[in-house]
């Protein structure tokens, strides 16, 4: 046997079909240590060498080199070889050395042929007799693989040797003691005798002498370090895989890294696989027992797992190292290369590989494994058929996730709830698999724990959190399972708690339609709170429709007006909100769906947490949400948690906290992928971090995201105006005026065939005014001014009636609630972006009228804001204005002044346009060129101007206009 890596290093070693004999590389130190013991035996010097190494790192081929050396020289030389499958041979290795000996040795080699056990040492005298006329080289390979006899036979000619015995005993062994073999401690006569050689890895500088002399071109740096750290310096495994990419056409170049990598592992594959068959049964058993749980099981339970209950493991141990597949850790051996160890699985049969990791978790939990381990070895092990199974494979759920959980490491703890350690091992697997967004690992842990034998409350269970896993990987398949736990018979509360979060989950992930039609058919047979929670959901669901009319009730009742049951009380909030009706009844109904806590669904409770956010009361409101994303956190429900965190995103960014937004929704997308989001669901996310970017002007990125194709069925979200809103946004950034006006009122069409008119959900009317005074449009303008501020005073809100004043200030003097400059209930109003945006609009409109007093005093309060300096935008906007109202110049002057005279006639025509509301497009239609080269004309007027934006531009225009 060769050993697990072969052994032909400087020896004879095929490579294809060809027969090449390597060269030895870095072995210069060795050569003129074994040169010098020869040279010695010309002087009747005797000496003991052991020549040590891994497998194929070439320690016998240093006894081969030696041998030849020694012909050379006249020098007689002996050889013997090891082998395991002739361990059990005795006198082996005597018989290989005494055979050459002739007519000498003849009888000795009678006696061990005819005797099992002869008397004596036989031939040994008769060698050494010989020695003495003939100096005489010894080698023995692989001289860990003796029979014991032999070992004997080569112990009594060390301890007879002497000075003036011309005699050098050569011994190869696997392994990496730099003392040679054991039995040589105790047995020379003198150390002056004995030396102990061991041979080591190649360098990159070895490899790529080796690639040069291989492949007949210099070799890249990269590609020599990369052949060593996958080869493990392996000498033999090197010289076959540059010669099969040599015969492959390749050049050692870094490029060719990848395919160096899978040629090492193939030939260390092919080699492990060859080195098995040699193998005692014993020692497969073991190494087998290894593969499966090597690293969780100590030596002594490893030999029990492999049914060795009555065996010397230290003889075991020792002829696996010594054959190369494992390495020792203290009471632990490992198996030293992955890909050895995944030849070694291969090659188990698939019953034995079962059995084994089916007893490796039961000894694994037993010793108190963690609950990742265990799972891990129940993943491919037959049903275990014991309770503690279901349990492992559940287990350790929330202690994993939490561990440095980024979506979720600010969030409180849940107490464990008192479960036995057995509830934490597959379903622990299952977090830790989530946490780490491997969604595909986490549901093959909750498949497996389906295939045990279990409780169907407990099944329906872990059906949720598959599916929670699923919603992640494969959306379609959660959603069927959900369905089938929702229509599951089943009485009493457990069972009713179950389905409800099955629907309230499939809802999460943003599927109406499946919602409507399974909560439809849930009703059927529900009783009691469940069937009101059944209701609220139907109803939920049903807030999706083009038209507020057009819902197949299915003969599902209408939310009583004045629901007692917590989910009915959210969603009538909800709606009330949205229909900007009973301010205070629907705080009063958001509370209440709030507090149930963990006892109502999670859809209804944020829906309530955004109606309470819209009354104005917004920390209370925020206050709950995140006891929803940490409850949402602890439990695991990735759709529902993602939605959470969409509405924080979203708050946030209304109330000017955009680094928290940012946060908020780079967490939805890592608990639930933009692409697992359902079309109904997705717009929202978008609509957020578009806005975002144009805060921050990140243009390109602004308009990436608004104009990203949207999956079908989008446009009937309730999240679609927002999107729109966020297009609106970008357009009006651009400058394109008119496309944002009709966005604007797009997503307004969409909210009044809704009946949702509450300009507290989305204040588009006076965005859209905003837009169309630019454009000169004041009527219109002023007509959907006037009708938002009726609207808000019939909702009440002090911030929606506050904002709606605001934005009337563009067209009339402002009122007492923009730009007071010392009203402290404006400072607690929760949409603070879209007031510090009405705010400068006006101080711009101010300005450019020349009321520079009326101006500077809404600077002041805009410069007063905190998302003033979180804005990058609105920061900019007040930067401009400041320096504007410094200017002393009035505004006729503004068309004499050097930087309006120092545009080209080209850029003047352009700016000429762009402030008079053009869009890039018009512009460049009118002027007859491309959109960019009027992205250029008007880039470099906003440099000699002095300005960064178009709104600036406008406000420069305005006065030359009216000249």
């Not at 084994?356 to 129940?378: K, P, S, T, V």
């Not at 279901?390 to 979506?407: K, M, P, T």
């Not at 698999?433 to 034998?453: M, W």
Request: glycine share 8%; charged share 25%; hydrophobic share 45%.
């Amino acid at each position: 046997m060769t050993g697990l890596n072969g052994e032909q290093y400087g020896g004879i070693v095929w490579a294809g079909s060809r027969r090449t004999d390597l060269p030895l590389l870095e072995r210069e130190a060795e050569q003129a240590q074994l040169k010098d013991v020869v040279a010695s035996l010309g002087e009747g010097r005797p000496a003991v060498v052991s020549v040590t190494g891994r497998p194929g790192f070439g320690h016998n081929a240093l006894l081969r080199w030696t041998a030849r050396l020694a012909e050379e020289r006249s020098v007689r030389v002996l050889r013997a070889s090891g082998s395991l499958t002739e361990r059990d041979l005795r006198h082996g290795a005597v018989l290989q050395l005494l055979s050459p000996l002739g007519e000498v040795a003849e009888r000795p080699l009678r006696v061990l042929r005819e005797h099992h056990e002869p008397d004596g040492l036989p031939g040994l005298l008769e060698l050494l007799h010989t020695v003495r006329r003939t100096p005489t080289l010894v080698t023995v390979e692989d001289a860990q693989w003796l029979d014991p006899a032999s070992l004997h036979w080569l112990q009594a000619l060390v301890r007879r040797l002497s000075t003036g015995l011309p005699l050098a005993l050569l011994i190869g062994r696997t392994g990496v003691d730099p003392h040679g073999p054991d039995w040589l401690a105790d047995t020379a006569p003198s150390a002056q005798l004995t030396r102990h050689l061991t041979v080591h890895g190649l360098s990159p500088r070895a490899v790529a002498t080796l690639a040069e002399m291989i492949f007949g071109v210099a070799c890249d740096e990269t590609f020599a370090a990369a052949a060593v750290q996958a080869a493990y310096g392996n000498p033999a495994v090197l010289h076959a895989a540059l010669h099969c990419l040599a015969d492959a056409g390749h050049r050692p170049t870094a490029d060719v890294v990848p395919q160096l990598r899978t040629v090492i592992t193939g030939i260390i594959g092919d080699r492990a696989g060859r080195a098995l068959r040699g193998l005692t049964d014993e020692s497969t058993a073991v190494l087998r027992a290894l593969a499966v749980a090597g690293d969780l099981l100590d030596f002594t339970l490893i030999c029990n797992l492999a049914g060795l209950r009555s065996v010397r493991e230290t003889r075991l141990r020792s002829a696996l190292e010594t054959a190369g597949f494992t390495v020792p850790d203290g009471a632990y051996e490992r198996i030293r290369l992955p890909v050895v160890r995944a030849r070694i699985l291969e090659d188990t049969p698939a019953a034995e590989r079962g059995r084994l990791y089916a007893g490796a978790a039961r000894l694994a939990y037993r010793a108190g494994a963690a609950d990742e381990d265990i799972a891990g070895l129940l993943l491919h092990a037959p049903p275990i058929g014991e309770s503690w199974a279901v349990h492992a494979l559940q287990g350790g759920f929330d202690a994993a996730v939490r561990r440095s959980d980024d979506i979720t490491r600010s969030l409180p703890h849940a107490p464990s709830g008192g479960e036995p350690w057995g509830v934490h091992a597959l379903r622990g697997s299952f977090g830790t698999a989530v946490r780490r967004s491997e969604f595909a690992r986490a549901a093959a842990c909750l498949n497996r724990a389906l295939d045990e034998p279990q409780h169907p409350v407990r099944r329906a269970q872990i059906s949720l959190d598959l599916a929670s896993a699923e919603a992640a990987s494969a959306p379609v398949a959660s959603d069927r399972r959900l369905a089938a736990v929702v229509n599951s018979p089943g009485e009493g509360e457990p069972w009713s708690h179950v389905r409800l979060q099955a629907l309230d989950m499939g809802l999460a992930r943003g599927d109406d339609s499946w919602g409507r039609r399974v909560a439809t058919q849930a009703l059927a047979s529900a009783q009691g709170s469940e069937r009101d929670d059944l209701i609220a959901l139907y109803w939920y669901a049903a807030q999706s429709r083009p038209e507020a009319t057009d819902i197949s009730t299915n003969g599902v009742p209408a939310l009583p007006e004045h629901p007692l049951a917590p989910a009915q009380a959210g969603i009538r909030a909800a709606q009330l909100t949205a229909r900007g009706q009973h301010r205070e009844q629907a705080a009063q109904l958001a509370r209440r769906a709030l507090e149930a806590g963990p006892a109502a669904p999670v859809m209804p409770r944020l829906e309530a947490a955004r109606a309470l956010w819209l009354t104005d009361a917004a920390g209370e409101a925020e206050e709950h949400l995140d006891a929803i994303v940490a409850e949402l956190g602890r439990r695991h429900r990735r759709p529902a948690l993602a939605r959470a965190l969409a509405l924080s995103a979203g708050l946030h960014l209304r109330g000017g906290r955009l680094d928290a937004a940012e946060h908020a929704a780079d967490a939805a997308e890592r608990v639930l992928p933009a692409a697992a989001w359902h079309p109904l669901a997705a717009p929202h996310l978008l609509a957020i971090r578009s806005i975002i970017a144009v805060e921050t002007h990140q243009h390109d990125v602004a308009r990436a995201l608004t104009g990203a194709p949207i999956p079908p069925g989008a446009e009937s979200s309730v999240h679609w105006p927002l999107l729109l809103h966020a297009r609106a946004r970008v357009a009006a950034d651009e400058g394109r005026w008119a496309e944002a006006v009709e966005l604007f009122k797009e997503g307004g069409r969409w909210l009044l065939r809704r009946q949702w008119v509450n300009p507290a959900v989305l204040p588009w009317r006076s965005l859209a005014a905003r837009v169309l005074i630019t454009l000169g449009d004041r009527e219109q303008a002023r007509r959907l001014i006037d009708e938002e501020l009726t609207l808000a005073r019939r909702w009440g809100a002090p911030s929606a009636v506050g904002l709606a004043h605001l934005c009337a200030g563009s067209l009339d003097a402002p009122g007492p609630a923009a730009g007071s400059g010392g009203s402290t209930g404006i400072a607690r109003w929760p949409n603070q972006l879209a007031y510090a945006w009405g705010l400068a609009d006006l101080a711009t409109e101010e300005a450019t009228k020349g009321d520079h007093t009326i101006a500077a005093r809404l600077l002041t309060e805009l410069s007063g804001h905190r998302v003033t300096r979180t804005s990058s935008r609105l920061a900019e906007r007040a930067r401009w204005l400041a320096t504007r109202l410094e200017q002393t110049a009035t505004p006729n002057e503004f068309t004499s002044s050097k930087e309006w005279a120092a545009l080209t006639p080209a850029e003047r025509q352009t700016a000429e346009l762009a402030g008079r509301g053009l869009g890039n497009r018009e512009i460049a239609e009118q002027l007859s060129v491309s959109r960019r080269t009027v992205e250029l004309r008007l880039s470099s007027t906003y440099k000699k101007l002095g300005i960064t934006s178009r709104e600036e531009l406008l406000a420069r225009s305005r006065p030359t206009e009216r000249t």
